[in-house]
């Protein structure tokens, strides 16, 4: 869809330092958006930005017909983006690109590193929790920036999580991948069938969002204890249709031959074993 | 305004577009690298009312291109370095031709070499391939000014001597009207736009992308994994009619402008300089119905102004 939306909020949440902001838009998007996709967003109807901005959406609501996202203050784009006010229309283009698959049943890993939370906040909002069980591992720079980034909201969905800290402000101290190379380290303990029966026949699957080099360990650790694990990719966008070429990943093909996708259409969510890191090139 | 009242009303001006073997419904393009294969814009934007696509440029062997990043931002303008990713001659000829043959819109192939063959070899397949498909490509428009590969493209457009090569080459191996797309990386494009014109071309398109960088002062690095990227958007537009206006009075072939346009003024401004056609490029990206807002802006230009056919705006700056 192409079409100018109404702003029912822009704000930043959370601590200002932070700079974090809510963007809660009203509109037909909501009634087709799926948790991982994304919207191209006209910041400024000026030469400078000239470019969209990619956001992903953090939230969908189908009965209120919202949907909202969250972003940092980066630089130019969000700039402007942030200047937007409560019901002013801004251009949309949206909802784009694949979106996660949604587990049935068993237990789901999800894996952030700092902003790259707000994707599976859509994502854990659409997982049926009665069925599925989840798992959260959340890394950022220091406690101030989880509790401005969405701490709030986990907690208020009572669902299980495990925090790290650069700093060591909040949970553990170090990298979010360490939590989940523990958990399935103990898990992988406690799954010996030679000592217990079904606990390894529930299907575990993962996915993730965060840096590059975040996403990179998480696939391999994945790789290590058979767990399908879906990644979330930002790379530099242009038209967001798949159109200019500008956003691609590389994937490794049967038969190992390399071909490039689209960030913003065969993306932004890929299966992590079949993307090739740029150090591996 | 209702659409239908919007077709009367494009009717009141002739905008059919001849340019010199090529005829056009109307006078606006969208630029190679831009439009994909024509699909990727197609829910946002109707491709039966564009005068035709120029798909992204083929090469005769299926290219990766450059790695990422391939984007940086700029003031009023986008720098790519894109490397000319494509399918190659086989898979664009058997799995994208047949999809570009349904369009109800003109289909201009852009190829693009790294030799004499290269060049060759693309012009006599797709001419082929073309009259397999229901003579679908109207016109090939030749690439000699890619600055994002290392041999090659932009090599065959800096001078005037393999430009004409190229050119005469390409009119050798077809029959299809042959567009020649210019550097804007050059010290005169008049002498390039001279020598495709004696090498055969019936149209000019100009210009490409402004070679230039872009430096993250937090890294300390350049931000394009190529170094060097291709500038467009509304930054380059008045290199882009200078050069137009420069080659308008150089040759007697039609031309096809582009180069940062992204309102109906400023395809006013590039017909008058000498553009018979223009192509959006970059301006697809911000706005999906920029083409659209042109042509229609074009009519009520010529409307208000009492022309009857767009065509008698071409030229008239000098």
């Known amino acids: 869809m192409y079409l100018k939306v109404r702003v029912i909020e822009n704000r930043f949440v959370g601590h200002p330092s932070q700079k974090i902001y809510r963007l809660v838009l009203s509109g037909q998007l909501a009634l087709k958006a799926k948790p991982g996709q994304f919207i191209h967003l006209r910041v400024a109807e000026s030469h400078d930005p000239l470019l969209r901005r990619p956001l992903s959406i953090a939230g969908i609501d189908r009965e209120q017909e919202t949907i909202t996202i969250y972003y940092r203050l980066m630089g130019k784009g969000t700039e402007a983006l942030s200047q937007i006010r409560e019901n002013d229309y801004i251009s949309v283009i949206g909802p784009l690109g694949t979106s996660f698959t949604l587990a049935q049943k068993g237990e789901i890993l999800l894996i952030a590193g700092g902003i790259g939370i707000f994707p599976l906040f859509s994502l854990l909002e659409a997982i049926d929790r009665t069925k599925v069980q989840v798992k959260l591992f959340w890394g950022g720079e220091h406690k101030l920036f989880l509790e401005s980034a969405g701490l709030n909201y986990l907690q208020k969905l009572g669902i299980d999580y495990e925090l790290a800290t650069m700093d060591g402000s909040l949970g553990h101290k170090g990298l979010v991948t360490d939590l989940l190379q523990g958990y399935l380290e103990k898990r992988a303990l406690n799954s010996n069938p030679a000592l217990q029966s079904n606990r390894g026949l529930a299907p575990l699957s993962a996915a993730a969002c965060g840096p590059k080099g975040m996403l990179q360990a998480v696939v391999n650790l994945c790789k290590q204890h058979e767990i399908p694990v879906e990644v979330s990719l930002e790379e530099r966008m242009a038209c967001g249709v798949g159109a200019c070429l500008g956003c691609v990943c590389t994937v490794r093909e049967e038969g190992g031959i390399l071909r490039r996708k689209r960030v913003c259409k065969e993306g932004p969510i890929f299966a992590g074993e079949e993307v090739v890191w740029d150090d591996e090139i | ?318």
Request: glycine fraction near 10%.
């Open chain 2, 1 to 318: 305004m209702t659409k239908s009242e919007q077709s009367t009303k494009q009717n009141k001006v002739c905008l059919e577009t001849k340019l010199n073997g090529l005829t056009l419904r109307n006078p606006v393009l969208t630029a190679s690298g831009t439009y994909g294969f024509g699909e990727e814009y197609a829910p946002y934007c109707s491709v039966a009312q564009l005068g035709a696509i120029t798909v992204k440029g083929i090469t005769p062997l299926p290219r990766l291109g450059n790695p990422v990043p391939r984007l940086a931002e700029t003031p009023a303008g986008l720098l790519n370095a894109v490397g000319l990713e494509n399918p190659g001659l086989e898979d664009f000829r058997k799995n994208y031709l047949p999809k570009l043959a349904a369009l109800d819109t003109a289909v201009i192939v852009n190829i693009s070499g790294f030799s004499l063959e290269d060049y060759a070899l693309l012009a006599g397949t797709l001419d082929e391939a073309s009259a397999e498909y229901g003579n679908c490509i109207k016109a090939l428009e030749v690439n000699i000014s890619c600055p994002n590969i290392q041999d090659g493209g932009m090599a065959f457009g800096t001078d005037p001597q393999s430009a004409e090569q190229v050119i005469a080459l390409v009119r050798k191996n077809t029959k299809l009207p042959i567009i020649a797309k210019l550097t804007p990386n050059v010290t005169d494009i008049t002498e390039i736009a001279k020598a495709v014109e004696s090498g055969g071309a019936n149209i000019i398109s100009l210009i490409n992308t402004l070679l230039g960088m872009s430096i993250d002062i937090s890294t300390q690095r350049p931000v394009l994994a190529n170094k060097f990227g291709g500038l467009s958007g509304p930054a380059i537009k008045p290199v882009a009619l200078r050069m137009v206006y420069q080659v308008f009075e150089a040759v007697n072939i039609p031309l096809i402008g582009m180069g940062g346009i992204s309102t109906w003024q400023d395809a006013v401004e590039f017909m008058l300089a000498g553009a018979s056609a223009v192509s959006i490029g970059t301006a697809n990206f911000v706005n999906p119905l920029a083409p659209l807002d042109v042509l229609h802006g074009l009519v009520d230009y010529c409307e208000q102004r009492g022309y009857k056919a767009s065509r008698e705006l071409v030229g008239l700056a000098h």
